[in-house]
């Protein structure tokens, strides 16, 4: 492929997008997708970085401008030694392309459909591998101009809601500085792109609730103690923290979307199980939620004389948008004359998460997610879902003129 030839690279892009989107595979099982993004990278002379990942990588594109010392090198490299800090030219930045797939059978009308029975990529992450890759070649070829040092994470399992901690199980956020994401956006048209300061995915939670009671015949409940009885009071109970225990200008839901008891119809079982999910925006709140649901969940089965038990799965916090990444990102579009569009917050949740995490890196590590409209159709997860190629390389150029202007930029904005 020649360098600079936009239009080559286009088509190179929009080939291999559909050899993406024809091989999907499921969280934790995208070794496919792993060895054909390493040969895409290598084939570029993208150094892929040697961690011991059983599926994603980390390539990394070093800049050969001198920008001075990073302002953050020695926080990043806190513990290690004074040699690993030697020669360090610029900032250290990252991108997240999540690669994972969905078990959803396709019903998009498209001639390059999955070849993989009851999985699809339903949630655009096919397009997040392919304009992370042409981002990388992008950097690649002007890397000399480059004032730093640009990593691009290719991450398992995002569906699963935890790919990300097998990133970090390795160093590669260690001299971080700041991490960008982005998802495909089927609510606008190609490469509008939404931006946001602040929230934009929220925390997510699940609890199980398993109430117990003693069964018996249903035409004598007298002799048992229904745990049917005991789970509608605390599901009804349930929605009174959104409304009466929460700051009502805090976004916030909680949601039961499994209840299960008995096998027959003339039996009251002695236990029933409901499952569902809390997503919270707020910290705090998120604290809150699960004191709460126990409380409840506990003491009304208690009214009833059943005896609840509560297991609480947290999940990934709630996505923070650093201002001034924000900014960039806004300043990025316009000079490519892109339209920009205020970015939804959603009550659903990423994992990108987890790389500006306090808790998780210990660190502050300001982080920006932002949407890219794919064109108007149907919604993430539905097996009709598809994305415009025509936006694939738009993307690639804006995700590389941000990165570029992080590292360039000679402000504070994005710490």
Known sequence: MKPGDRKQLEQYLINN??????????????????????????????????????????????????????????KAYEGKAAEGIAGVSGRTIALRCDIDALPVREEAAVPYASGADGVMHACGHDFHITAGIGAAILLQERREELCGTVKFIFQPAEEESHGALKILETDAMNDVEQIWGFHADPTNAVGVIGIREGYVTAAVDRFLIRVKGTGCHGAHPDDGIDPILASAAIVQGLQSVVSRSVNAFHPSLLSVTRIQAGTTWNVIPAEAEMEGTVRTMNREDRILYEKRVREIAERIADAYGAEAEVIWTAGPPATW??????????????????????????????????????????????GCYVKIGTGVGHPIHHPAFCVDECVILPASV??????????????????
Request: charged share 30%; aromatic share 8%.
């Open 398 to 415: 804006y995700l590389a003129g941000v990165l570029t202007a992080a590292l360039c930029d000679a402000g504070d904005r994005g710490n």
């Open 17 to 74: 997008f559909e050899w993406f989107h024809r091989h999907p595979e499921l969280p934790y099982e995208e070794v496919q997708t792993t060895a054909k993004i390493r040969e895409l990278l290598t084939e570029a002379g993208i150094e892929v970085l040697p961690y011991p990942l059983a599926t994603g990588l980390v390539a990394v594109v070093r800049g050969g401008k001198d920008a001075g010392s990073s302002r953050n090198v020695e």
């Open 321 to 366: 948008n650093n201002g001034g990444m924000a900014r960039i990102c806004e300043e990025t579009a316009k000079k490519l004359g892109m339209r920009t569009v205020p970015e939804e917050s959603s009550m659903g949740g990423d994992d990108f998460a987890y790389y500006e995490d306090r808790d998780t890196m210990h660190r502050d590590v300001p």
